[in-house]
């Protein structure tokens, strides 16, 4: 089993910054790939971006690219998502995943964290 924990959601106002962070514990060596993915209201679940246990070459979807930044620290078992130049459409529950495939099908994910709320205000 992993354990993902995730924080530093909030409100921020458009053009702002938020780090989300995710804590795994637990079996986290069976994780290679971990996820951020998003859920607006009445929306899919939505991938944001991923990254690989090396922390080489992150993948993100077209919508944040540019803006998003993954990164993970494996001494720490953290990973972050930096969120730069938010917009209003950025707004939704942020969660984190992990897998054992680089995939951005929420179905190859195991483990989810409970979520973090993420508010852009325009």
């Known amino acids: 089993q992993v354990q993902l924990v995730e924080s530093g959601g909030g409100l921020v106002q458009a053009g702002g910054s938020l780090r989300l962070s995710c804590a795994a514990s637990g079996r986290t060596f069976s994780s290679n790939v971990m996820g951020w993915f998003r859920q607006a209201p009445e929306k899919e679940r939505e991938f944001v971006g991923l990254i690989t246990l090396s922390g080489n070459s992150p993948d993100y979807a077209d919508s944040v690219k540019g803006r998003f930044t993954i990164s993970r620290d494996n001494a720490k078992n953290t990973v972050y998502l930096q969120m730069n130049s938010l917009k209003p459409e950025d707004t939704a529950v942020y969660y984190c995943?992990?897998?054992?495939?680089?995939?951005?099908?929420?179905?190859?994910?195991?483990?989810w964290g409970q979520g973090t709320q993420v508010t852009v205000s325009s």
């Open positions: 995943a992990a897998g054992s495939r680089k995939n951005s099908d929420p179905r190859w994910y195991a483990y």
